[in-house]
């Protein structure tokens, strides 16, 4: 199946800083699905990026897909506690998704 | 999650027991779809069922696992004969236009 790679694997953020943590594949992705999971939790669904250089925000979060559709990137500002958890990029083929490994990010207050 | 239901949330075996997985899909929803989380790993597809038939198991173990989605009642994934290695979060998911919505998951642990 479609190998996704996503770096780094854990991410530590002082509050208030951006990062960004980026996904991967050798091949073109189908769609592009970022999800977060918290600690003990389940994945929930933030974005679905279809097209060549889509460039999607919510508030604090950008995501972008690349023109090649062979990498997207989750860029996170001014990083809050609450942006704790693990994030995971997955390409959506027909019905499947593959995930990455995720991105495990904490926070320093 | 309100709208994937699954049970029980923990669910300890002992090595060589059965494990039954439940899940009710979304209001209205007639398929459900399986994917395993092993200690920090990402999900991995296990099954996807339609009520009363399997439509794609390709991520299914050959040995001892086996899924269900009767005309009524919860979808079912059952562990026989279960080893440490089955230790993980099963989780369930529904498929809306564009993400899925996945239910809060089982966390088996083989002891």
């Known amino acids: 199946g479609q190998q996704v790679m996503q770096i780094p694997q854990y991410q530590h953020v002082q509050e208030g800083e951006d990062f960004t943590t980026y996904c991967n594949s050798s091949?073109?992705?189908?769609?592009i699905q970022w999800y977060k999971q918290r600690p003990g939790g389940h994945p929930v669904f933030l974005i679905q990026?279809?097209?060549?250089?889509e460039v999607k925000k919510q508030k604090r979060l950008t995501f972008q897909f690349g023109e090649a559709k062979k990498n997207s990137s989750l860029h996170i500002t001014a990083t809050q506690t609450t942006d704790v958890g693990t994030y995971f990029c997955?390409?959506?083929?027909?019905?499947?998704?593959?995930f990455g490994a995720g991105t495990t990010v904490t926070v320093r207050a | 999650n309100a709208g994937v239901m699954q049970n029980p949330r923990h669910l300890v075996r002992r090595r060589g027991q059965e494990a039954r997985l439940r899940c009710s899909p979304m209001?209205?929803?007639?398929?459900v779809y399986w994917y395993r989380q092993l200690p920090e790993e990402g999900l991995k597809f296990m099954v996807y069922?339609?009520?009363?038939?399997?439509?794609?198991e390709s991520g299914m173990p050959k040995e001892r696992f086996s899924a269900e989605f009767p005309k009524e009642g919860p979808s079912i994934l059952r562990i026989q004969q279960v080893v440490r290695g089955d230790s993980a979060a099963y989780f369930c998911?529904?498929?809306?236009?564009?993400?899925?919505?996945f239910g809060s998951g089982t966390r088996l642990t083989v002891v």
């Open positions: 209001k209205g929803h007639s398929h």
């Open positions: 091949t073109t992705l189908s769609n």
């Open positions: 069922l339609q009520k009363e038939n399997i439509i794609d």
């Open positions: 997955a390409d959506r083929n027909d019905y499947k998704l593959s």
């Open positions: 990026l279809v097209k060549s250089g």
């Open positions: 998911a529904s498929s809306l236009v564009d993400g899925y919505t």
